[in-house]
């Protein structure tokens, strides 16, 4: 599904490497998790494949199923179905949760040469979906992410991955700022979609929402670089015994 | 104080091409002492504070500039609604293309026939709000309005009327000047709702003096023309009794020149009045939105909102005042104006002012100017929508504030259309 080849990314306003040979395959089906201290580059990593500007390509290539990501605007990576789940979710006043989405959705299927989804038949998925993830009605009508609690806006882009349905699902920290109740929900809500034709990479600092949503394949990430990688176990060893042991190993 | 010759001599020249209308001895009167408050101020120039701003050259030239036609290539703002419509044809009534002025709840009578009668509700307004309105601010195209208006339509509202009235205009001559005068007396517990739309002339003065009584409404709807070579100053003056509610909203698109002003007296206890425009400029655009809200009664709510979209050297300006006066206590005034530039070459220019003589109010106000957030735009690309639409998007929500103002969810539907089909035609 997504495949990353020796990628190197530097900021472009600081001159500054970021990224220093990123290899990562995930196939489709899976759910990988990285991990990996302050610093380490996993952030940058989703921002780069979702095409935010201010990053620069040195080297190495991103797909996505074959298609090369980095030739792609944001809107078409989205529409080739990469979506980022992001650590902070933007407010926007002034557009409706239900207008925004709505129109994500017929954008995208327009993108595809697909047909776009009635207003009825959206609002019939859009309750269904929110009523999984516990959003209230009201909270589809306000305008996008304002005044949410931070739980709130991590569930509101769990439902936008739900309603989008893309196959290849970025989650930046989406574990940060919630508590237990809301992590479970947010955890139930991808496990939901796990299937077949899609794949996870869950960047997290915890193994705690690894409980939940349970990797297949999990990475540790340092100074720009994949420096591990194995089974759920290792996210086990992060969380007894902190990253120094690995990374003086991987030097 | 003695006017700059200057000023004198570029007034008698624009008074040289102007004729006083005819009309009973009263209207005359009314006219004539007009004339008077206008030779007085003498024609707006660059060094008076009020127009420092905008250049009114083009309003001030005796001779009109030139304007081209405008080819509609959308239909008509409120073409969808039941209305009484009134058309006006480069500033002359057309009855034909009228519906007759008949509706339950409200008296129509043209302003000729007005000022050639003996209506006692007329003269207690034609140029009295206007006159109201020049201190502490002169307002000299306002009185040279009351003095040489050619035509209008005065409305006494008595009831709640079941349509809107609707004022067309339409442009037919590259060169024609207009100046229209309406006179609206909402009367105790009435209640109407007016709209405005099209290109009236190539140079248009329009002045609208409200008078709404205790427990009545005023609902007012205007676009301004797609017409980009006009020049148009604008007047409303309102005056508000006990429990009264004033709400105006404008969209103004294109357009080379537009000055709306409005000063709104707060005068009966409990009145609310809510003043919101939305302007889109792009290129050879300039407009000025100049408020003035006079709070002279207890427990008034005022509201000002104001949001130019401008791009490609377009100019906004924006210059609001609330006044409170003396024992106009529990006064909740809120003022805002912002600026959303899309490029570099755009320029927003804005002087909020609170003038407060009362201690016990809440007022607020805020000017902003600032660019699309690009965090909110790669949200919505990330999300698979086009940037092009993405950016239409949030310049809709920047508008957002000001369209709710619109009470008629209908007429806001239509408004947002206007806008979204002005975004497509300037999309860069």
């Known amino acids: ?104 959705l017929n954008a995208q299927r327009k993108t595809r040469g697909e047909e776009e989804m009635s207003a009825a038949d959206f609002l019939k998925l859009i309750r269904d979906k929110a009523k999984g993830l516990k959003i209230e009605a009201d909270m589809l009508k306000r305008p996008v992410n304002v005044g949410f609690s931070g739980g709130e806006k991590k569930r509101n882009e769990i439902l936008q991955m739900a309603m989008l349905e893309p196959k290849m699902c970025i989650l930046d920290e989406t574990d940060s700022g919630l508590d237990v109740d809301a992590m479970r929900l947010v955890a139930d809500g991808v496990n939901a979609l796990r299937d077949e034709g899609r794949a996870f990479l869950v960047i997290t600092h915890y193994q705690r929402l690894l409980d939940h949503i349970r990797p297949d394949v999990v990475h540790i990430m340092a100074d720009g670089r994949m420096v591990k990688t194995g089974g759920p176990e290792l996210a086990l060893e992060v969380e007894n015994n902190g990253y120094a042991d690995i990374l003086a190993e991987a030097v | 104080m003695a006017l700059p010759q200057a000023k004198i001599d570029a007034t008698e020249a624009r008074l040289a091409a102007l004729a006083m209308p005819d009309g009973a001895q009263w209207a005359r009167r009314v006219r004539e002492a007009a004339l008077e408050r206008f030779r007085k101020m003498g024609l707006p120039g660059p060094r008076d504070e009020y127009w420092r701003f905008t250049r009114p050259d083009t309003l001030n030239a005796a001779q009109t500039p030139e304007a081209a036609l405008f080819d509609a290539d959308e239909p008509p703002a409120f073409s969808g609604l039941d209305r009484l419509r009134l058309v006006f044809r480069d500033g002359v009534f057309d009855a034909e293309a009228s519906d007759p002025l008949e509706l339950e709840g409200v008296e129509i009578m043209r302003l000729a026939d007005a000022t050639s009668q003996d209506i006692h509700w007329a003269k207690d307004l034609y140029g009295v709000l206007e006159e109201r309105a020049q201190d502490p601010v002169a307002r000299p195209f306002a009185a040279l309005n009351t003095a040489f208006a050619t035509d209008g339509v005065v409305l006494r509202v008595t009831g709640k009327p079941s349509k809107p009235l609707h004022f067309r205009y339409l442009h037919e001559e590259t060169d024609s000047d207009a100046i229209l005068h309406f006179l609206v007396k909402v009367e105790e517990g009435a209640e109407v709702t007016i709209l405005e739309n099209g290109p009236a002339a190539a140079r248009f003065n329009k002045c609208f003096e409200i008078d709404v009584a205790d427990r009545a409404a005023f609902h007012h709807i205007r676009t301004q023309g797609r017409d980009h070579e006009r020049r148009a100053v604008t007047h409303l003056f309102a005056r508000l009794g006990e429990e009264s509610a004033f709400k105006s909203f404008t969209l103004t698109a294109n357009g080379r020149l537009t000055r709306n002003e409005a000063f709104i007296e707060l005068t009966g206890d409990n009145a609310q009045a809510h003043i919101a425009g939305a ?149 860069s």
């Open chain 1, 1 to 104: 599904m997504l495949n990353i080849k020796n990628l190197h990314v530097k900021l472009e306003e600081e001159d500054k490497q970021i990224l220093k040979g990123v290899d990562l395959e995930v196939p489709a089906g899976s759910v990988h998790a990285i991990m990996g201290p302050n610093g380490s580059g996993k952030s940058t990593l989703s921002y780069v494949l979702s095409g935010r500007d201010g990053y620069e390509v040195t080297e190495g290539e991103a797909t996505l199923e074959g298609a090369d990501l980095l030739e792609m605007e944001p809107e078409e990576r989205a529409a080739a179905g990469l979506f980022l789940a992001f650590q902070y979710p933007v407010e926007i006043p002034g557009v409706g949760n239900m207008t925004f989405l709505r129109t994500a």
């Open chain 2, 279 to 427: 302007a889109m400029g792009d290129g050879d655009f300039h407009h000025d939105d100049t408020v003035f809200v006079v709070h002279d009664a207890v427990n008034c709510e005022s509201r000002q909102v104001f949001k130019k979209v401008l791009k490609n050297g377009a100019v906004g300006a924006f210059q609001g005042k609330i006044l409170v006066k003396p024992g106009a206590q529990k006064t909740d005034g809120y003022q805002i104006s912002q600026s959303l530039l899309l490029d570099g070459d755009a320029q927003f220019l804005a002087k909020p002012e609170l003038e407060i003589y009362a201690d016990d109010v809440a007022c607020s106000h805020g000017s902003t100017s600032g660019a699309i957030d690009e965090e909110a735009l790669f949200y919505l690309r990330s999300r698979g929508v086009p940037e092009s639409e993405a950016k239409d998007l949030l310049v809709l929500a920047f508008l957002a504030e000001a369209i709710a103002e619109i009470e008629d969810e209908a007429i806001a539907a239509d408004i947002r259309d206007r806008l979204e089909g002005w975004l497509l035609r300037h999309r």
